[in-house]
């Protein structure tokens, strides 16, 4: 490969780069990135969204084809009218992007009520309706008939268009610029290696060539099928709610600690939420946490009972931040009454710790979602690299009989 191959190269990396970057700028007040799983299956985190303006006597409602909105300050959109905000994982003015599943028209102006996808109630609609003066003891209602319908100055702009992903290299183009400075590198030292050769015989230079390709390839795609098979054995932050310690898709370094040793503080793995499930929180409120999955929160106490090591355990960010601190009193389809008791708060045994997390990795998750493409993608490659040199090698055998 020349150099003015590798300049070329670079060259439509370059465009490509500038092109999206330019899209993100030239059109930065109508593009939004959708965050966390609210929208599921719709809208996936890491879809970049385009929005227009609507006149909102025509923005749709509907549960399966309402449009699909951008609230301009996110949470205090619906707290400022009653929601109560401790069932918002989102920080303060942070855009929600919830589907519109109802309207009205009150004294010449519009109001919306919308809702997640993957979100079992309506925005807004769970209220504090008591708190004691010591923090301790609180109750929450959800009532069908008394839900939070948000003015139409809350909407800044309806979904017209989403690009798959593309909204993740906000987050890890960092990722992505490395290997192509390893591509650079790589192909800059072919072309020197092909000049070091200039006096051996072309048919040896093609074959040296030919076989360094065929060698890294299957050095690359061995190498890509031991982490594939392996990763069973690693740990990966899975959401947002340890943030801005852990982010997501962090890998996470663990060590086993025991159990005496574990302080307040500390970043555990938690085996499973089935311990909190099976002693009264309800699982719609984790719907990120399926029973197979694992948690990754902190320490926030711990006790001694009878010889074993009990925890209390929370996310950072988390707007439930005390795992297991909800009970439901009552619940129906159109009503729901929560109860928050610190003294029923769920403390998980030692058995539940799989160990402390004592170092993390950026993004390196996000690695391991694209490891099927890049498999199959290296399987091509060798597959291809293989014919077509056959096909040349008959080409060539054709011409010499001829």
Known sequence: MTMEKVGSFLLVILLITSSIFALFIF???????????????TLVNGDLII???????????GELNGDIVVIKRGSNSYVEYGGAPLFYNTSENHNIIHRVVDKRYVNNSWFFLTKGDNNKYCDGGI???????????????????ELVYIPQS???????FKIPFLGLLKDFGLIILIPLIFIFCFLLFLDLLKRRLTLIRYQQKKKIYRSKIFIILIVLLTGQLIFYFSISQFYFMNNESMEPYLKNNDLLIIKNEPASQIQVGDICIIRSPEYFYSHGFDPQWWNYYPNSSYLVHRILDKKDFNGTWYFMTGGDKSSIHIDGMLQNLEKSETYLLVEFNRSNIIYIPESEIIGVVIANIPYVGYLVDLMPYLLILLIILNITNIIFFKIRRSIRLINNIE
Request: glycine share 6%; no cysteine.
């Open 154 to 160: 809350e909407i800044i702009g309806v979904m017209v």
């Open 127 to 145: 209220r504090e309706i008591f708190k004691d003066s010591s923090g301790n003891y609180s109750l929450y209602e959800y009532n069908a008939s």
């Open 27 to 41: 059109f930065r007040d109508s593009l939004y990135i959708i965050k966390g799983d609210s929208m599921l299956p």
């Open 51 to 61: 929005t227009v303006q609507k006149p909102p006597d025509e923005i749709i409602a």
